[in-house]
């Protein structure tokens, strides 16, 4: 087990670097510049994570934060935002298909010509691989910058299944936390997609930061596991505060509504109000969109809404009844106070024999 721990630690990261380093490699070919190679240098810190990982918590992750997830969005997000950008400059060919028959046509020849030699096998895989990459580079740039936006939410998706996972967290729990990212990762990609592709927009460059800047806002929630985990709260006097005791019970669903509202959807409605009211930006999947984020944020306030008012009424019940309003989620103290309540019923009933039994001897004299 432990081995399959170490294997599964070690593949994710390795798939986390090279996607990273696909996206650094695109944006040295549009860019044309070799400089944006130091870009590749943010993978040190993913390999330095990788190795204090595997010393201090044997490849298996931390409670409530995933390092390797934090530090991947770290190594690809800037060179997307670099791609984004340049999208506004960028020429794809109508025949890209002439590029690729030339292409074609040379390996044909370089293949002939090497098979020749002594070395014709290797020299042979060699220059497969070179036109490999050159016909890869002959695909459009929106192309590959779609690609890498789609690859890198699926790769968050199945990297944090692939990662080993903590003691803190459950099976059951991971399995709810990747449905929940799946269908965020969904939302993020509609919004990065859509509103990106317009052209009104791609004239903007302010627009382009805006929009960019709250996407890379909406993928800091892929690090962190609270969505699925209730804070552990321990019994004190300051606990007992209603505030406190309102996190502590609904820790979780606080945390999906604080994302939806404060992270997702609100966000998202927000520059998508900009886009229609301030620029008269309008299209059909935009209203449809925006009217789908004001549908989510309304639920979502609902939600809070209702879990404000039930927690509310089961504390002026107990209140009325006399009883102390423990958290649900603080078993200790409830569960110290149960068990030693339990320990000296069951003591005193030993202790004192039933009254049918000491008076059954007596009867018989």
């Known amino acids: 087990m432990e081995l399959m721990v170490l294997l599964n630690a070690l593949v994710t990261r390795l798939l986390f670097v090279l996607h990273s380093l696909i996206g650094v490699w695109r944006v040295t070919a549009v860019k044309k510049e070799p400089k944006y190679w130091l870009l590749a240098l943010l993978n040190l810190l993913l390999c330095l994570e990788t190795g204090l990982t595997l010393k201090f918590k044997q490849g298996r992750g931390y409670k409530w934060f995933s390092p390797a997830i934090f530090l991947y969005l770290i190594c690809i997000v800037p060179s997307l935002w670099l791609l984004e950008i340049h999208h506004g400059t960028q020429y794809c060919g109508n025949e890209p298909g002439a590029v690729q028959v030339n292409v074609s046509n040379q390996d044909f020849n370089q293949s002939r010509e090497s098979s020749h030699g002594s070395e014709g096998t290797d020299h042979h895989i060699i220059q497969t691989a070179k036109v490999f990459v050159n016909q890869l580079s002959t695909i459009c740039e929106t192309v590959w910058t779609l690609a890498l936006h789609q690859t890198f939410l699926l790769l968050l998706v199945v990297g944090r299944w692939l990662l080993p996972i903590g003691v803190e967290i459950t099976r059951d729990q991971l399995s709810q936390l990747l449905l929940m990212f799946v269908g965020t990762a969904a939302d993020i990609l509609e919004f990065a997609s859509e509103t990106l592709d317009i052209e009104d927009v791609r004239k903007n460059y302010a627009l382009i930061n805006a929009i960019l800047a709250v996407w890379t806002w909406s993928m800091l929630q892929f690090p962190l596991d609270l969505a699925v985990q209730h804070i552990g709260c321990k019994p004190s006097t300051s606990a007992r505060r209603i505030p406190s005791l ?20 609100g966000p998202f409605f927000i520059v998508r109000s900009i886009l229609m009211g301030h620029f008269r930006i309008f299209n059909q999947m935009l209203v449809f969109f925006t009217a789908k984020n004001i549908l989510v944020v309304t639920l979502q306030l609902y939600r809070l809404a209702v879990i404000t008012l039930d927690f509310r009424t089961t504390v002026l019940q107990k209140s009325r009844k006399g009883e102390v309003c423990c958290c649900p ?36 004299h």
């Open 246 to 265: 309102l996190l502590c019970r609904y820790s979780a669903e606080l945390w999906n509504i604080g994302v939806s509202l404060f992270i997702q959807d």
């Open 329 to 364: 989620c603080e078993p200790y103290e409830a569960r110290a106070h149960a068990t030693g309540r339990q320990e000296n019923e069951m003591k005193e009933f030993v202790a004192v024999p039933p009254k049918e039994e000491s008076q059954a001897p007596s009867e018989d």
